[in-house]
């Protein structure tokens, strides 16, 4: 059977996918100036870069912790609960990994950090935590201002009366209790005037009752004399 070479660029391209791909998750301490983090993640990338490929990155940016975390540092332990979070994924050789490691962990301005080695689903879907936190927080900004604008819509539906529209109202009842009262007064007044008619009638019956009285017994002694 005759042996078959492989030709050398090939030779290197298996070489290079015979590489396993790892996630270096780390936090910078927040005690860094802000434009100085940069040079801090330069300082991570060119270790990477010595040996082997980096494939995908999130530049590291202030977050609140989970959970307090402590570091020794000038002799004491300082806790932080705030951090400058990032990650770079790329490819490595296995047996070269663990000397990374000690020379990410010697970084001064590193609160702590994590090798994770992927798979292949891992290395299909990155998670982009910076970009995933400003989406929700994008999410309920817009969701804060909608509910805004419908409250602001309910009171402009329920606007306060005007002044003006106040004043006419009120004139408005104004001149109603008015009228009522007036109209009242004249329905009195005309029950006062029906009520002495009646009595004036019922006097003058009275009187004629008393003359044909009169008439009556003055036609009777006439008769007796």
Known sequence: MTETKMPAAEANEVAVDEKNSYELAFHVLPTVAEGEVA?????????????????????PER????????????????????AYFGWVRFKFDADKIEHLDEE????????????????????????????EKKSVKMVEVVGEK??????????????????KELDESLEKLTSDDENKESDSKKEEVKE???KETKEEVKDAEVKEEEKK????EDTEETKEK
């Open 39 to 59: 040079g801090v993640y330069e300082k991570i990338k060119a270790l990477i870069t010595k040996d082997g490929e980096i494939t995908t990155e999130e530049a």
């Open 146 to 163: 909608e509910t805004l604008d419908e409250v602001k819509t309910e009171k402009e539906e329920e606007a306060p009366v005007s002044e």
């Open 104 to 131: 990410v962990g010697v970084i001064e301005e590193i609160l702590r950090h994590l090798f994770i080695k992927l798979t292949k689903q891992d290395e299909a879907e990155p998670f982009r935590f910076h970009e």
């Open 213 to 216: 009285e009169e008439v009556k």
């Open 63 to 82: 977050t609140d912790l989970a959970y307090p975390v402590v570091k020794p540092m000038d002799g004491k332990n300082r806790k932080f609960t705030s």
């Open 192 to 194: 006062e005037e029906v």
